[in-house]
C-alpha cells in the first residue's frame, strides 16, 4: 500500500536581496513520518520551513499543496488553521507574561459567563494538561523570563505539540538547550505523534538524533537539494560530507599542549539563587569545561564571576590577587569574556548592524577624539567575517537577518576582538551545524595555544569531554567533583551530576 502524502513542495526558490536563499526545491512529506532536514547555517533549511509556516512567501514559480489543495499560507495565523505549526529555534515566548499566558495565548483565555473577565481556574487546568504531556512540573504563574532557556524551550515544544488540528509540525532545533532526559520525553511524544498520523519536519545539528527518531533525511548545501537517505541504514560521516561538501576528518581537534599557571581562582562562592559554596582554579591555556544537568547552577555560577549577578559570599582572584568583579564593565576591563547561551535576549543587539556587534566590547580600540569611527569597525568586522567564515552580505546587515548559527559567531568575533584573557563559553554551539562546530573547536583550540583560558558550558556530553582539560561538574548549585581529562566516562560525569540531588 503505498504511503499517504500530507505535503508536496515544487520548484520553491526565495530570494533576498543579494541572496539566493532557496533554489528550486522539491520534496514529498508523508502522514506518520519523521523527515529531518540536514545542512549547514545558511544552507536555506530555516527558510524553507519559514516558507511552509507562513513567515515568508516563496518566488513565483513553485507550488505548494497541503491534503490535495493548494498550500499559500498567508502568515503564521493561516498556516496552524491549515495544520501546520512550528517549534522555532529562538525562543518565542512573551517574556513578563506567566506560564499559563504564554500556553493559551494562540488559542484564547477562557472566558467566564461574563465574558470580559478571564476564567484563571479553567485557563489554569488547560495550561497543566499541556505540560502534563511532556511531564513537566513549572509554576503555573511564575513569569517565563523567570525560567531558564532549556525550561522556556521545553514550554515552546509543549504548547506546539498540544495543538489537536496538527497535520504537521516542523521542530527546528528543538533539543539544541535541553538535556538529555528531556530530549527522551520528546522522542516518545514524537512517537505518539506519528501514531496519531501527524508528520513531523525535524531539524537537528545533532547528528546522533538523526538515527534515533528519523525516517528519511533530506540534505540542503547553499539552498540547494543535494540528496535523499534513509535515516535508519545512513552513516553519519555521509552525512557531513553531504552537508559540508568535504569529510570532516577530526569532529573535536585538539593540539598537544601544557596548562600554565593559575590565573583564576573562585573560593567559596555563593550567589543570592542557587550557586553554594563553589571553588575551582582555571589554568592559562587550558580548557575548564563545567558539566551538570541543566538548572545545575552552571550558568549562574559563571553569571556570577562575570558581575551580572550579585555575589552573596566568597572571593574571586586574578592572577593571585582579590578582585571584585561588581558588573560586567568590570569583568571586561578585567579581560573577562562571557558568551551567553541566550544570544537573541543577552547576547545581540538585533536592531544593530553586525560590525557594531562586534565591536561593542571594545569601542576604545576604534574611537578616535570620543568620536566612534565606523569605518574601522566594518573592517574589523569583515577580517572576522573571514577568520569565524560568517556568513553575511555586508557588516552593515542587521545582525537580526543573520541565521542563528551565524549570529553565534558574531558574538564569539566580538570576544575575540576584545582580546580577552579568560573567555566563559555557555552552550557556545547550541544551534550550530557540524561544520561550524568544527570551526568553533579549532577556534577554541587556537585560544587555548595562544596562552587564553577557556571555561565551557555544555549540555553535549561528546562535546564537553572532546575539547575540554579538565571538567568541574556542578549539581543542584553545588561543585561535586572535578574530572582530569584521563579520568573523563559518560557514567562519571553523570554520577556527579546527580550527587547532589541524590545527597538531598
Not at 260 to 283: M, P
Not at 359 to 376: D, N, W
Request: net charge neutral.
Amino acid at each position: 500500500m503505498d504511503k499517504e502524502k500530507v505535503l508536496h513542495v515544487e520548484n520553491i526558490s526565495k530570494t533576498f536581496p543579494g541572496v539566493k536563499a532557496l533554489n528550486q526545491i522539491s520534496l514529498d512529506l508523508f502522514k506518520g513520518e519523521v523527515l529531518v532536514l540536514a545542512g549547514e547555517n545558511g544552507a536555506g533549511k530555516s527558510t524553507l520551513v519559514k516558507i511552509l509556516s507562513g513567515i515568508y512567501t516563496a518566488d513565483e514559480g513553485g507550488r505548494m499543496i497541503l491534503d490535495g489543495a493548494e498550500y499559500t499560507p498567508k502568515g503564521i495565523r493561516d498556516a496552524n488553521e491549515k495544520g501546520i505549526y512550528i517549534i522555532h529555534q529562538e525562543l518565542n515566548m512573551i517574556p513578563d507574561m506567566t506560564v499559563t499566558e504564554n500556553l493559551l495565548l494562540a488559542q484564547g483565555l477562557p472566558k467566564h459567563k461574563v465574558k470580559c473577565f478571564v476564567n484563571w481556574k479553567e485557563a489554569d487546568k488547560q495550561a497543566q494538561a499541556i505540560i502534563d504531556e511532556l511531564d513537566l512540573n513549572y509554576d503555573l504563574h511564575a513569569k517565563v523570563e523567570t525560567l531558564s532557556v532549556a525550561n522556556q524551550q521545553m514550554l515552546e515544544i509543549s504548547k506546539t505539540i498540544s495543538q489537536e488540528n496538527a497535520k504537521v509540525i516542523i521542530m527546528d532545533e528543538p533539543t539544541a538547550s535541553i538535556t538529555g532526559q528531556e530530549t527522551d520525553k520528546l522522542f516518545e511524544y514524537i512517537k505518539k505523534l506519528k501514531k496519531r498520523g501527524v508528520s513531523i519536519i525535524y531539524i537537528s545539528h545533532r547528528l546522533e538524533e538523526i538515527k534515533r527518531i528519523g525516517d528519511r533525511i533530506i540534505v540542503l548545501r547553499d539552498g540547494t537539494y543535494v540528496g535523499e537517505k534513509d535515516a535508519v541504514t545512513v552513516n553519519v560521516s555521509e552525512v557531513i560530507q553531504m552537508m559540508v561538501g568535504r569529510e570532516v576528518t577530526q569532529y573535536y581537534p585538539k593540539s598537544e599542549h601544557h596548562a600554565g599557571d593559575i590565573v583564576l581562582e573562585v573560593e567559596d562562592l555563593s550567589l543570592y539563587k542557587l550557586v553554594k559554596n563553589v571553588s575551582f582554579q582555571a589554568r592559562k591555556g587550558e580548557v575548564l569545561g563545567i558539566g551538570g544537568l541543566v538548572g545545575a547552577g552552571r550558568t549562574e555560577l559563571m553569571r556570577g564571576i562575570f558581575g551580572a549577578d550579585k555575589i552573596a559570599s566568597g572571593r574571586i582572584l586574578l592572577n593571585g590577587k582579590p578582585v571584585r568583579l561588581t558588573n560586567p564593565k568590570v569583568s571586561v576591563e578585567h579581560r573577562i569574556a562571557f558568551l551567553t547561551e541566550d544570544r537573541k535576549r543577552l547576547g545581540l543587539l538585533m536592531g544593530q548592524d553586525i560590525w557594531f556587534n562586534v565591536v561593542i566590547s571594545k569601542l576604545s580600540k576604534l574611537g578616535q577624539h570620543g568620536f566612534l569611527t565606523e569605518g574601522k569597525g566594518v573592517k574589523v568586522a569583515q577580517s572576522y567575517k573571514e577568520k569565524l567564515n560568517i556568513r553575511m552580505p555586508s557588516p552593515k546587515t542587521l545582525v537580526e537577518n543573520l541565521s542563528g548559527g551565524n549570529q553565534q559567531k558574531v558574538i564569539f568575533a566580538r570576544w575575540l576582538f576584545s582580546d580577552s584573557d579568560i573567555i566563559m563559553f555557555d552552550e557556545p554551539t547550541r544551534g550550530i551545524d557540524v561544520g561550524a562546530k568544527t570551526e568553533m573547536y579549532e577556534l577554541i583550540d587556537q585560544l587555548v595555544l595562544d596562552g587564553k583560558t577557556v571555561i565551557l558550558i555544555s549540555s553535549d556530553m561528546m562535546e564537553l569531554m572532546g575539547i575540554s582539560d579538565r571538567i568541574a561538574v556542578m549539581s543542584n548549585g553545588s561543585l561535586t567533583g572535578i574530572l582530569d581529562r584521563k579520568d573523563f566516562t559518560q557514567e562519571r560525569i553523570m554520577e556527579l551530576a546527580l550527587k547532589g540531588y541524590l545527597e538531598k
